[in-house]
């Protein structure tokens, strides 16, 4: 279950995704550090949201953490904090193994379902696919209403003011549904827990 609400993807942020498979009998103690490390992130300027994946089961002993930071340069500022050092300094007795982390960036981020444990992003075939889907009927659809008007502007404009809507659109309305109504094909039932 989400430890914390996750905000909306934007286009340029960087999703974080880190497997930690605990010693047994530390869950506890881990999960008390892991809220402490969240809330000292979300102090962070570019801080978006975090999600903390409880193991779905014990065959998958796994804890997931995912979370996200409007920028690379955010991103960077919180890891290299002595904050986080801190506190990471105390999660790492308590693992079975090192951290797994894995940093997604760009088209990567279109591709995330909430309530999920989606360590591996889809094969890139696939998100150019579905993505493709998205995009086809929508910039169809903006050239079929505003055609005419957009004749009369120059090119660099009229690309400028096309692009700008439909990056919009395909981040915060379109990929969202399209990855929620493609995750049968995305992230096929045994790919779900695989790192």
Request: aromatic letters at 12%; glycine letters at 4%; charged letters at 20%.
């Amino acid at each position: 279950m989400p430890e914390t609400e996750s905000t909306a993807s934007n286009p340029s942020s960087v999703t974080v995704v880190i497997s930690r498979r605990v010693i047994k009998g530390q869950e506890d103690h881990f999960e008390q550090l892991s809220s402490e490390m969240t809330h000292r992130a979300s102090r962070y300027p570019g801080y978006l949201g975090a999600d903390l994946f409880r193991p779905a089961s014990a065959n998958d002993p796994e804890y997931r953490i995912i979370f996200k930071f409007s920028d690379q340069e955010s991103l960077a500022a919180w890891q290299a904090s002595s904050e986080r050092a801190e506190i990471l300094e105390q999660i790492e007795p308590l693992l079975v193994s090192p951290s797994e982390v894995e940093t997604l960036s760009g088209i990567a981020n279109w591709f995330t379902l909430p309530g999920h444990n989606p360590v591996k992003p889809p094969a890139k075939a696939k998100m150019t696919f579905v993505s493709w889907l998205a995009l086809y009927p929508t910039v169809t659809l903006i050239f079929f209403l505003f055609g005419d008007l957009l004749a009369q502007v120059p090119l660099l404009l009229r690309t400028l003011l096309v692009t700008a809507v439909v990056m919009v659109v395909m981040s915060y309305v379109l990929m969202p549904r399209f990855t929620r109504w493609f995750a049968f094909w995305l992230f096929p039932k045994h790919e779900q827990n695989e790192r």
